[in-house]
């Protein structure tokens, strides 16, 4: 069974960084992207920044040039650096992975269970 943990969460003020890791843990034959996705009071949930497996990045435009996608294939894990971050940033943030269980299998969505990004003006 595949299993996503994130942590880092918490609550900071305007301007302030936070660091946000996820590690994939179970029976994981590949992983394609890794990534993270973020949900408002409100609002449906978004794409804040994906990185694939070949080093491809993209990040949705109102976190670039503010957070930072990083992954390490061989630890199966992915990390989001948000500086400067504002209120409108606050959201419980998932991480996501698209990856095959075994050699027979499809890749497939996988969700970690969110980590609450409060952000104080």
């Known amino acids: 069974q595949v299993r996503l943990e994130e942590s880092g969460g918490g609550l900071v003020q305007a301007g302030g960084s936070l660091r946000l890791s996820c590690a994939a843990s179970?029976?994981?034959?590949?992983?394609?992207?890794m990534g993270w996705y973020r949900r408002a009071p409100g609002k449906q949930r978004e794409l804040v920044a994906t990185i694939y497996s070949g080093g491809r990045i993209s990040y949705a435009d109102s976190v670039k040039g503010r957070f930072t996608i990083s992954r390490d294939n061989a630890k199966n894990t992915v990390s989001l650096q948000m500086n400067s971050l504002k209120p409108e940033d606050t959201a419980v943030y998932y991480c996501?992975?698209?990856?095959?269980?075994?050699?027979?299998?499809?890749?497939?969505?996988?969700w970690g269970q969110g980590t609450q990004v409060t952000v104080s003006s």
């Open positions: 179970g029976s994981i034959f590949s992983i394609n992207a």
């Open positions: 996501n992975a698209d990856l095959r269980p075994t050699m027979r299998s499809v890749f497939s969505d996988y």
